[in-house]
């Protein structure tokens, strides 16, 4: 009969493994483990990365804004300082750095008084009439009026965004603010006649949006006023309140 080996049976240690392992190294009989480092270095360059980025980071936020606000300022002085600019050069011979500025700035403050009166409203009026009749511009300078009114909250004349609410969109369960700028009869076949309100959706900030035609019950208005309303939309959102109400 053949030999049979027992399961139990250990294996025999090859001489050459018995001399491959030293038995009086403890690092030798030590188990280890894959994917671990010991090396001092590498701990403390991973330390000092981490430390750097996130200094590196806050410094980002903190310049960020500054940067922008200094960026804006020089654009809009500089803007409105070229304007004048070049006619004290050609009177004068010489250039003064915001000067320019100032007397825009004034130019525009006495329009708003000229406009303000009788003779400026006539003026305007019939400025208006002319570009109206102009082919192309017409549809430029109506639109600019248009979204140039619909962004002034003070504006009582137009009132172009009536009410800062909120509307269930783009699905149940999600909600997104707009703005009553109208509303419309809409009759059926049956002739009953049911109150539809136009609420404008900004999907890029202001000038850029969605108009939807929506039933009274179908909006929720709230305690915002038209301004906080396009302060939230503006600021993308980071100055929504804490606390909303429910005026329905």
């Known amino acids: 009969m053949g030999r049979v080996d027992s399961p139990s049976a250990v294996p025999e240690i090859q001489p050459e493994a018995e001399a491959l392992l030293d038995v009086n190294d403890p ?30 980071l806050s410094g980002c936020a903190v310049l960020f804004p500054m940067v922008v606000t200094v960026y804006v300022t020089w654009w809009f002085l500089t ?8 006619l004290y050069q050609i009177l004068f011979g010489f250039h003064v750095f915001g000067l320019g500025f100032v007397t825009s700035m004034a130019f525009i403050f006495m329009t708003g008084i000229f406009v ?15 570009i109206r009749k102009l082919p192309l511009v017409k549809h430029i300078y109506s639109a ?22 909120m509307i269930r969109h783009p699905r149940q ?20 006649m049911q109150q539809l309100y136009s609420v404008y959706v900004p999907t890029n900030h202001i000038y850029v949006g969605d108009v939807f ?17 396009l302060e939230i939309v503006v600021s993308v959102g980071m100055a929504l309140p804490p606390n909303l109400t429910s005026l329905r």
Do not use: H
């Open 27 to 56: 690092e030798a009989i030590k188990p280890r483990t894959l994917g671990t480092t010991s090396n001092p270095k590498q701990a403390l360059y991973s330390m000092a990365s981490s430390y750097m980025s996130r200094r590196f």
């Open 79 to 86: 803007f409105f300082d070229n304007f004048f600019s070049p």
């Open 116 to 130: 303000s009166s009788w003779v400026g409203g006539l003026f305007l009026r019939f400025g208006e009439w002319v």
């Open 144 to 165: 600019a009026k248009q979204v140039s009114a619909a962004v002034n909250p003070g504006n009582e004349t137009t009132q172009s965004f009536r009410e800062c609410v």
């Open 173 to 192: 369960g999600e909600f997104a603010f707009g703005f009553i700028t109208g509303q419309t009869m809409l009759q059926d076949e049956k002739g009953l």
């Open 213 to 229: 035609l929506l039933g009274n019950q179908d909006i929720i208005k709230t305690n915002l006023s038209v301004r906080e309303g």
